[in-house]
C-alpha cells in the first residue's frame, strides 16, 4: 500500500499552552524546507504528501514545493478554513452572508487548486461548530454547511476529483457540527440525493478512537457503501487529537482495522495511507519512520492470520477462535 504524509507533521508543534510550538527554530521554515526534510529523511517510506490549501500550499509556492518534492506526488489538499481567523465562528456554517461568501469562495477555490493538481480534496470542518448551547442556529447553519461542501463537490467533479470528508468531535470548535460518522454518512447521502456522488470519507483513526468508534467496523460499513476514500494513520490515548505514532496505542483495534482494510482491497484503487502525526516533542522524521515500520508490521501480522477461519469464527460470534487466529499470527 502506498502512503502519504501530511506535512504539518514537519511543523514547530504550536499548541495553546506554546503558541511559539516545542520546535520554535522550525517555525519560520518554509513549506518547502519541511518538504526537503522529510523527502531526505524518509526515502523508500512516503511515496506523497498532503497540504492545506493555502497556508502551506498554494500558486505563490507550488513550483517551489514540486521542486523539493523531487518526484514524489501531491495526494491531497485540505480546506484550511480552521487556520483563518476570520472564520473563527464558522466559515460554510457562518449565518453572516458575507463571512460564508467568503468561506465557500475559499472552499471552491482549493477544489479548483487540487482538481488541477490532481490531488483529491479534504474538508475536515473543525471551525464549523458551536462552543456554548444557545449559540448556533442549528437547523440553518448545517443547511449552509452542507450546500457549502456540495459546491465543492461539484467543483472537484468537473476535474473528475474525490472529495474526501473527515468527522471530529471537538477541536477547535469545541462541538463539530459533523462530528461522528453518522453526521458524515448524512451530509453524503444528502448530497447522493442531489445527485452529487463524488463524496467519500477520509477516515482518521484518532478522530474515530476519541468517539468510541471502532475502526475495523466502520471501515467494513464505508467499504460496503463505496464510501473509503482516505486513511488518516495515528493513535492516541482516545481522549484527545494525540496523532501519535501508529500502533503505540489501540494495537488490537489497528490489527483488526488491518484485516478489514486488506478484505476492502485497500489501496488497490490508488489510495495512500495517509499519516497524521503531530509529533509534540519527538524528531518528526523518526516519528513518521516509526510509524511507518509499525503499519509494516501491523499489516503484516494481519496477513499471517487464516482469513478463511477467521471469517467462519466471525459467523459463528467466536470470540476464543478468532483469538486463537490473532495470537498465533502474532506468534504465540
Given at each position: 500500500?502506498?502512503?502519504?504524509?501530511?506535512?504539518?507533521?514537519?511543523?514547530?508543534?504550536?499548541?495553546?499552552?506554546?503558541?511559539?510550538?516545542?520546535?520554535?527554530?522550525?517555525?519560520?521554515?518554509?513549506?518547502?524546507?519541511?518538504?526537503?526534510?522529510?523527502?531526505?529523511?524518509?526515502?523508500?517510506?512516503?511515496?506523497?504528501?498532503?497540504?492545506?490549501?493555502?497556508?502551506?500550499?498554494?500558486?505563490?509556492?507550488?513550483?517551489?514545493?514540486?521542486?523539493?518534492?523531487?518526484?514524489?506526488?501531491?495526494?491531497?489538499?485540505?480546506?484550511?478554513?480552521?487556520?483563518?481567523?476570520?472564520?473563527?465562528?464558522?466559515?460554510?456554517?457562518?449565518?453572516?452572508?458575507?463571512?460564508?461568501?467568503?468561506?465557500?469562495?475559499?472552499?471552491?477555490?482549493?477544489?479548483?487548486?487540487?482538481?488541477?493538481?490532481?490531488?483529491?480534496?479534504?474538508?475536515?470542518?473543525?471551525?464549523?461548530?458551536?462552543?456554548?448551547?444557545?449559540?448556533?442556529?442549528?437547523?440553518?447553519?448545517?443547511?449552509?454547511?452542507?450546500?457549502?461542501?456540495?459546491?465543492?463537490?461539484?467543483?472537484?467533479?468537473?476535474?473528475?476529483?474525490?472529495?474526501?470528508?473527515?468527522?471530529?468531535?471537538?477541536?477547535?470548535?469545541?462541538?463539530?457540527?459533523?462530528?461522528?460518522?453518522?453526521?458524515?454518512?448524512?451530509?453524503?447521502?444528502?448530497?447522493?440525493?442531489?445527485?452529487?456522488?463524488?463524496?467519500?470519507?477520509?477516515?482518521?483513526?484518532?478522530?474515530?478512537?476519541?468517539?468510541?468508534?471502532?475502526?475495523?467496523?466502520?471501515?467494513?460499513?464505508?467499504?460496503?457503501?463505496?464510501?473509503?476514500?482516505?486513511?488518516?494513520a495515528n493513535s492516541g490515548w482516545g481522549t484527545f487529537d494525540d496523532d501519535n505514532m501508529?500502533?503505540?496505542?489501540?494495537?488490537?483495534?489497528?490489527?483488526?482495522?488491518?484485516?478489514?482494510?486488506?478484505?476492502?482491497?485497500?489501496?488497490?484503487?490508488?489510495?495512500?495511507?495517509?499519516?497524521?502525526?503531530?509529533?509534540?516533542?519527538?524528531?518528526?522524521?523518526?516519528?513518521?519512520?516509526?510509524?511507518?515500520?509499525?503499519?509494516?508490521?501491523?499489516?503484516?501480522?494481519?496477513?499471517?492470520?487464516?482469513?478463511?477461519?477467521?471469517?467462519?469464527?466471525?459467523?459463528?460470534?467466536?470470540?476464543?477462535?478468532?483469538?486463537?487466529?490473532?495470537?498465533?499470527?502474532?506468534?504465540?
Amino acid at each position: 500500500m502506498k502512503t502519504s504524509l501530511g506535512i504539518w507533521a514537519m511543523g514547530a508543534m504550536v499548541t495553546r499552552f506554546n503558541p511559539g510550538g516545542y520546535k520554535p527554530e522550525l517555525a519560520k521554515r518554509s513549506t518547502a524546507g519541511h518538504v526537503a526534510a522529510a523527502v531526505a529523511g524518509l526515502e523508500g517510506l512516503i511515496d506523497d504528501y498532503e497540504f492545506h490549501y493555502p497556508q502551506e500550499l498554494s500558486e505563490e509556492n507550488l513550483d517551489e514545493v514540486q521542486g523539493a518534492l523531487d518526484g514524489h506526488g501531491i495526494h491531497a489538499i485540505a480546506s484550511g478554513l480552521h487556520l483563518d481567523n476570520r472564520f473563527a465562528r464558522g466559515g460554510l456554517s457562518s449565518p453572516d452572508d458575507a463571512t460564508r461568501a467568503e468561506a465557500v469562495r475559499l472552499t471552491v477555490e482549493c477544489a479548483r487548486f487540487a482538481g488541477r493538481l490532481g490531488a483529491r480534496m479534504i474538508i475536515w470542518p473543525g471551525i464549523e461548530g458551536y462552543n456554548y448551547p444557545f449559540q448556533t442556529p442549528y437547523a440553518s447553519s448545517w443547511a449552509r454547511l452542507i450546500d457549502g461542501i456540495g459546491e465543492a463537490a461539484t467543483t472537484l467533479a468537473e476535474y473528475d476529483q474525490v472529495l474526501l470528508l473527515e468527522h471530529k468531535n471537538s477541536e477547535p470548535a469545541m462541538k463539530i457540527h459533523m462530528g461522528n460518522i453518522g453526521m458524515t454518512l448524512h451530509v453524503i447521502h444528502t448530497l447522493r440525493a442531489r445527485g452529487i456522488t463524488n463524496v467519500q470519507v477520509n477516515m482518521d483513526w484518532q478522530h474515530l478512537i476519541m468517539n468510541g468508534e471502532n475502526l475495523a467496523e466502520y471501515a467494513a460499513l464505508l467499504h460496503a457503501e463505496g464510501l473509503l476514500g482516505h486513511q488518516h494513520a495515528n493513535s492516541g490515548w482516545g481522549t484527545f487529537d494525540d496523532d501519535n505514532m501508529v500502533g503505540a496505542t489501540a494495537f488490537m483495534e489497528t490489527l483488526e482495522l488491518a484485516v478489514e482494510l486488506r478484505r476492502a482491497g485497500y489501496g488497490t484503487r490508488g489510495e495512500r495511507l495517509g499519516f497524521d502525526l503531530y509529533p509534540y516533542t519527538e524528531d518528526a522524521v523518526d516519528v513518521v519512520r516509526r510509524s511507518v515500520l509499525q503499519w509494516r508490521f501491523i499489516d503484516g501480522a494481519a496477513s499471517r492470520i487464516d482469513d478463511a477461519a477467521l471469517r467462519a469464527a466471525q459467523r459463528d460470534k467466536d470470540a476464543i477462535k478468532a483469538y486463537e487466529l490473532v495470537y498465533a499470527a502474532l506468534g504465540a
